[in-house]
């Protein structure tokens, strides 16, 4: 059974730095890509960023140079470090994986950004 569970969310000033993490279970984090998305209130779930089983990194045009996702194999986790946050990056940041031809969500963290 693949499990993913989100934290390090919170509430946070304009400017400042939060690190997400998404720790697995049931799948090995090294030999698959994952992501990050992010649902706003009222809005659809965007995709934020990925890091692919060669370590490759994608982001969204809105955190590149802010936000960097990175993986730690020794503890089959997922990091998500978001720098210099602003009111729009408020949302729900969940992690997705795909295991053997099924997507794998976890519950989310939420992080809010005040002006």
């Known amino acids: 059974q693949v499990q993913l569970v989100e934290s390090g969310g919170g509430l946070v000033q304009a400017g400042g730095s939060l690190r997400l993490s998404c720790k697995a279970s049931g799948s090995t984090v090294s030999t698959v890509a994952i992501g990050w998305y992010r649902q706003a209130p009222g809005k659809e779930r965007e995709w934020v960023a990925t890091i692919s089983s060669g370590s490759s990194t994608y982001y969204v045009d809105s955190v590149k140079g802010r936000f960097t996702i990175s993986r730690d194999n020794a503890k089959n986790t997922v990091y998500l470090r978001m720098n210099s946050l602003q009111p729009e990056d408020t949302a729900v940041y969940y992690c997705?994986?795909?295991?053997?031809?099924?997507?794998?969500w976890g519950q989310g963290t939420q992080v809010t950004v005040s002006s």
């Open positions: 997705k994986l795909r295991h053997e031809g099924q997507e794998y």
